[in-house]
């Protein structure tokens, strides 16, 4: 379905631009936003509630490293004959893990991504998933190695002042940063949900959880900084955002050149996502990088220019036609 087109003001566009990157952790984060880009708070609070409504911004929260959290997680391709795509994603669909489910036309054509709480076995949950839904030929792709992991957008559409982070991170253990208390556990399912739209929404969380402000505000700095949180921001719609198409480019590459070729492509603004996947007999593919563009010609043109490096020759650029489920991933859905 095509979506209606939207324009953003310059503030908007400064408000989206900052609250995908890093959102403050202090007190009154809107008043700071607002003091970075010159605008009042409540400014920064109607624009955010705004773009809220118009579906832009999903939601402002803890992004987790999973991993860190004890957390099994993959992508996953399926090959599932097209009278069987509905029936199928259905029965995916409804393990609470699978957040992402998708339509890529290829031999391989339904590609979905799963979390697996850590007292389960990954591999012996897609298995139940691949018998319940039909025995289809089934490729387990987890990230062996990650190069980049920055799902921001230029919505700004020029240079601008604001700091270009990137959210690379190392997979950390879970013991070492994260115990999963009572409490902690508490806190994760409150902070991975919307933060409120208050002058002051630590302190909305901080009373629902029924501890101090300050508590909370250090719990998410300590996690920030630990990497068990990768960053607290806004998750945006990029279909909304202006970003209508995207493509996942996967490459057959030499197993002694994947370092210095997912480095490169970790380099490249166009790319925001780049990880090194196991290749498989009947699927060589073993890097991945996602591209985002405002049309499907511009992912392509993308591709093309990426592909100029000999040895990345050899790709192929899989674009999702049909969404069966796209939700954000509740952690720790099965504790009560």
């Not at 959102?23 to 010159?38: M, Q, S, V």
Request: proline share 6%.
């Amino acid at each position: 379905m095509k979506e209606n087109k939207l324009f953003f003001t310059d503030e908007q566009k400064k408000v989206l631009d900052l609250v995908q990157r890093r959102f403050p952790l202090e007190e009154k984060p809107y008043r700071k936003l607002g003091d970075l880009i010159g605008i009042s708070e409540a400014e920064v609070i109607d624009h955010i509630r705004e773009l809220k409504e118009n579906r832009v911004i999903r939601q402002i929260s803890a992004i987790f490293n999973t991993s860190a959290l004890g957390y099994k997680t993959s992508l996953v391709a399926m090959k599932v004959p097209p009278e069987k795509l509905d029936e199928v994603a259905d029965v995916i669909n409804q393990y609470p893990g699978v957040s992402h489910n998708y339509l890529r036309p290829g031999s391989y054509n339904l590609w979905f991504t799963i979390a697996v709480p850590p007292d389960r076995s990954l591999e012996e949950v897609v298995e139940i998933l691949r018998r319940e839904s039909g025995s289809h030929p089934t490729i387990i792709l987890p990230a062996v190695k990650k190069y980049k992991l920055a799902m921001v957008l230029d919505v700004m559409g020029e240079d601008n002042d604001f700091d270009d982070e990137e959210d690379e991170f190392p997979d950390i253990s879970p013991k070492k940063h994260f115990e999963p208390t009572e409490e902690n556990i508490r806190i994760v399912r409150c902070v991975q949900e919307d933060l409120p739209l208050d002058p002051r929404p630590f302190s909305v969380w901080a009373n629902q959880l029924g501890v101090t402000e300050d508590f909370l505000l250090e719990w998410l700095i300590s996690k920030d900084k630990g990497g068990v949180i990768r960053r607290f921001a806004a998750v945006l719609d990029h279909r909304r955002a202006g970003f209508t198409a995207n493509g996942m480019i996967v490459w057959h590459c030499n197993d002694e050149e994947l370092d210095s070729l997912g480095e490169y492509l970790a380099r490249q603004p166009e790319v925001t996502h780049c990880y090194h996947r196991p290749a498989h007999p009947d699927w060589p593919y073993n890097l991945y990088a996602m591209v985002h563009g405002k049309t499907k010609e511009e992912c392509l043109s993308i591709a093309a220019k990426l592909a100029r490096l000999p040895s990345l020759k050899d790709y192929r650029v899989l674009f999702s036609t049909r969404e069966f489920k796209k939700i954000r991933l509740k952690l720790f859905w099965d504790r009560s």
